[in-house]
């Protein structure tokens, strides 16, 4: 596997390969972005992984200092699961400005959900991965549904500016008692990693309900809200939404999302589960 | 010359070119946009030109239904210089959902020189030129240094979104009497054709005392301003600044832009030069 750091020679070997997949990551790799390159090997004949730990993606007091930097780890994973390239760009290769003046834009949805808490989030998200789609020109990427909004995000900024590459999805990989993978994780002591399943049975409740026909939303939110907060979470949201455009979803809509974010102690958490009827 | 009208048939066709440059235009195509695509034959094998009558740059009350359509006189031109294709998608081939959701947003100049009387204006640019880069993918593309601010942006924007593009600037193409080139002059009538030169006329007085050493913009500014106002011209501004950044002018700064935007009768000109001391 080839470590590449600059931009001038990620493109210089691109121009040479008929086909590649990228998977962007922010590193501190787990089984789920192992899950990500695996289903990138069948799409493509090369691959390139990213690792970039995205400033412009955390808010004020998010954990962008703390962010696990694990690289050495990284590329031991990486270089097993037969990844071609490591991009492995700095601050300074990719905001050599320092600042990053032309923002691509999100609509209302960066507000909603997760984006309520995270002010700034999305419009960070699509900006960084339309820069990455420009600098690495897959013909293809792979993003996990456990973001499921930034999944949503890049599906609709890469219809929406027309850019050149196919979005794949890849389900959430989780842990035996259905914890979904996540570097965040990390951040968990052992009490609470075994309360934190918790979650994924409650959007598991919900979905089970949806799909038994129930309609009443608003109820089997608050219960779900109910059950995590007497267990001491701080929940920032549950919603049953509209899978396809994240709308809000109406009585009887057949294809449908139940998305979460919930805190256990300084973990903020977040899961989702779709459901058709 | 092929014309092509969906963004698919665009595709197939350039996966085929070695290299191409793109020139983006709105049609009415005068001897300016044949100097642009001159420039284009130098830069690539194959030349794409594009007219799209942009909705979205166009703000409330402005001409965009009154827009000069000239497909045959166009085509007509395209073909004698050589152009092997004219791209030419409808409304519903760039914005199928009409609401263009996801947008590049630029950084403050976007409400500066034009953008204060042209709300939305460059956001609307920027967005549809990263969307034409993203379907075209050209090599190259050429712009006219008469929309100096739209060139400024989109040079930036490139940049910053390290779009893989290479911006070759066009110098402005004018009439004997000086006035540039522009679609909009042809709304023009016989006796404001007459007087508009002396919006250039001022911009040059303006560049012999900048050359000469003088450093007093805002005098200059508003000389110019007066010499037009005096003779029935509405001027939206007169502004030197500094040409790489457009930002506001030191004195003593070595490479200025002097910009102008006046309305003489409804017609809006925009004009600009070029200052090295």
């Known amino acids: 596997m080839q470590v590449i750091r600059t931009i001038k020679e ?13 998977v962007p990551t922010m590193g501190n790799l787990h089984e789920g972005h192992l899950a990500l390159v695996a289903e990138a090997r069948h799409q493509a004949a090369s691959v390139v992984v990213s690792i970039f730990v995205n ?12 962010y696990p930097r694990t690289f050495d780890a990284d ?26 003046d032309y923002n691509v834009e999100p609509p209302h949805i960066q507000n909603e959900l997760c984006g309520a808490f995270r002010p700034g989030h999305f419009r960070g998200v699509a900006t ?9 020109q897959p013909d293809v990427a792979c993003f996990g549904k456990k973001d499921y909004q930034q999944l949503h995000v890049i599906q609709r900024m890469v219809e929406d500016l027309n850019i050149p590459v196919r979005i794949v999805p890849v389900d959430t990989g ?3 008692d259905g914890l979904a993978l996540s570097s965040r994780n990390g951040y968990l002591d052992a009490g609470e990693r075994q309360e934190a ?15 038994g026909g129930d309609s009443n939303y608003a109820a ?10 007497n267990a001491g979470w701080v929940v920032d949201y549950i919603e049953v939404r509209q899978a396809d455009t994240l709308e809000i979803a109406h009585a ?3 294809r449908l999302v139940v998305l979460a974010a919930a805190r256990l102690g300084r973990t903020r958490l977040i899961d989702n589960v779709e459901v058709t009827r």
Chains 1, 2 share one sequence.
């Open 252 to 254: 009887g809509e057949r």
């Open 197 to 211: 399943p918790r979650l994924y049975r409650n959007l598991e409740r919900i979905r089970d309900a949806l799909q």
């Open 10 to 22: 990620l493109r210089a070997w691109r121009a040479q390969r008929p086909s590649v997949a990228l």
């Open 220 to 229: 089997l939110e608050t219960m779900a809200c109910e059950d995590l907060t």
């Open 128 to 136: 960084v991965v339309s820069k990455l789609l420009n600098i690495v």
């Open 75 to 100: 590329c031991a994973k990486l270089e097993a699961a037969g990844v071609d390239v490591l991009f492995f760009p700095d601050e300074a290769e990719l905001y050599p400005r320092v600042r990053q």
């Open 174 to 176: 989780r842990a035996g």
């Open 55 to 66: 400033r412009l993606q955390f808010g004020q007091g998010e954990d962008f200092g703390a």
